[in-house]
């Protein structure tokens, strides 16, 4: 089983849509967890950091369920400029920062 | 302006031939590492230095050695490249140690092993 699992889409959906994205982790003991964007053929990005109790940052919100070892992105109100992939990201510990990412998932806001 | 430099971006070699890419980062930040970017495996750590002459082996270290002698350069080395090297390189460096440092990355080097 990999660490980190997302679906990789694409999501294909028209502005204005809201769109949620999951991602899974294996190691229960990870500490630290991220949402990263990356632009076709561009550098990651750091889009959010998530915190244990839900955090949004105007029109994107993530979640964590510990319990389930899951995340969670939701975009509302999707713009043509969200279009990119999304890389879950998460640090086993707080130590070392061996972070491990998520394959991506796709997203494509269409006109 | 704050970032950080890979060099180079494109490079097409072949099977044997030593090469170094470099990486700079002008921030002052602690912690430098990389990774290579394969469709459908997402981004893998090869190797990451929490400071100055201080290294350590990331998930996929074989075919790679790195050296941390100034605190602003982190260059990979790939001794004997080999067509499975053949990937999409960042680096990335991050203010200290930790898991809530941003990750800042490099614009990525496309090598091609042939």
């Known amino acids: 089983r990999k660490e980190v699992e997302q679906d990789p889409g694409p999501f294909n959906v028209p502005e204005g849509a809201t769109v949620a994205f999951n991602c899974t982790y294996s190691?229960?003991?990870?500490?630290?967890f991220f949402w990263y964007r990356q632009d076709c053929r561009k550098e990651p990005k750091l889009l959010m950091s998530?915190?244990?109790s839900g955090n949004e940052d105007g029109r994107f919100t993530a979640q964590l369920n510990r319990a389930s070892q899951y995340i969670s992105l939701l975009i509302r109100d999707s713009k043509l400029s969200d279009s990119a992939t999304y890389l879950c990201?998460?640090?086993?510990?707080?130590?070392?920062?061996?972070?491990?990412f998520g394959p991506g998932t796709r997203l494509s806001v269409l006109p | 302006e704050a970032q950080v430099t890979q060099n180079p971006r494109y490079l097409i070699t072949v099977t044997g031939k030593k090469l170094t890419v470099t990486c700079s980062q002008n921030?002052?930040?602690?912690?430098m590492s990389w990774y290579r970017q394969d469709p459908g495996l997402g981004l893998r750590q090869i190797y990451y230095?929490?400071?100055?002459?201080?290294?350590d082996k990331g998930d996929v270290p074989e075919g790679y050695k790195v050296s941390r002698k100034e605190k602003r350069n982190f260059p990979l080395i790939l001794e004997s490249p080999s067509p499975n090297q053949t990937s999409l390189y960042f680096c990335?460096?991050?203010?200290?140690?930790?898991?809530?440092?941003?990750?800042?990355f490099g614009e990525g080097s496309r090598l091609t092993v042939l």
């Open positions: 990335a460096s991050s203010k200290s140690g930790g898991g809530t440092g941003e990750l800042f």
């Open positions: 190691n229960s003991a990870s500490q630290s």
């Open positions: 998530v915190y244990s």
């Open positions: 990201v998460v640090n086993p510990d707080n130590y070392g920062q061996n972070f491990v």
């Open positions: 921030m002052n930040h602690e912690y």
């Open positions: 230095s929490m400071n100055v002459e201080v290294t």
